[in-house]
């Protein structure tokens, strides 16, 4: 069944350019009402320009289609109100968030400067805080919402010279996992993107030769979905070249220690079984990895009593 978004509103930030264009175009071509969000400034987040966001909400007119340009920066939250009140006013709601808008201040640890770590949270993390706050009270009135947060691998598995990044990038999936939950009851589902694709973010980190293969536009495929009404909950997906996979937080069943083996030197000396993936599982919420500790403590003092 053809997946659409007819009498539906979209808010895609950093749609301006690259992945987020790509979600704008293919929101708009299956039906949705859009606003293209994008604050038009470079990589690492300097300056601003309208007129890459209303390029897009142009070319979205142009096809029949129905959009509006925003220029907010994702970090400050009073523009970010304006924005959400801005589709509210013209259109009645917002039925999907798609938190895309990101810069990049790459250098090493040590050689990083606070205030660029500082800046990279704020548009990433706090920029999609902003966003989908401004959104939360009008989706659970309607009952109903779709939010995709943008993680990274780089925040997933790390990457040299992104701590930053990474940070922020591995913040929103503990955020998306408690929206989650916090959402349910309201029909508001979040989900995660891991995007690999040729964008201005990556053009100078890998060979021409791999860029052409990670085409932005083969990654919204993932987007689609994740905004769909049949979409999935609380799920990561990774999505580059064609390629869609599902990334996933698993926990060892791990060992118990009595009482006098309780020490450094026990944990070092049956590391190997500790961390051996055999009944791995993925928990559900943070409270369920209280419980297993307890119910393996209370099975252990039970047969200690024994």
Known sequence: MTIRFDNQVVIVTGSGHGLGKCHALEFA????RVVVNDLGGSRDGVGSSSEAAQAVAEEIVAGGGEAIANGANVANYDQVEVMVAQAIDKWGRVDAL????????????????????????????????????????????????????????????????????????????????TLCLEGHKYGIRVNALSPIAATRMTEDMMPDEM???????????????????????????????????????KETPGIFLKSGSLDAENISARWD???????ECELQYGAEQTEKFLAGAQKLFATKLE
């Open 29 to 32: 071509k299956r039906g949705a």
């Open 273 to 279: 079984k500790i961390a051996d993936g055999e009944g």
């Open 211 to 249: 860029l052409k293969l990670l085409q932005p536009q083969v990654v919204t495929p993932a987007v689609i979905f994740m905004c769909s009404k049949d979409a999935p909950n609380r799920q990561i997906i990774a999505a580059g070249a064609g390629g869609f996979a599902k990334v996933t937080i």
């Open 98 to 177: 798609v938190n895309n808008a990101g810069i990049l201040r790459d250098k090493t640890f040590a050689k990083m400067d606070l205030a660029n770590f500082h800046t990279v949270v704020a548009v990433h993390l706090q920029g999609s805080v902003n966003c989908t706050k401004a959104v939360w009270s009008y989706m659970r009135e309607q009952q109903y919402g779709r939010i995709v947060m943008t993680t990274s691998s780089s925040g997933l598995y790390g990457n040299f010279g992104q701590s930053n990044y990474g940070a922020a990038k591995m913040a929103l999936v503990g955020f998306m996992n």
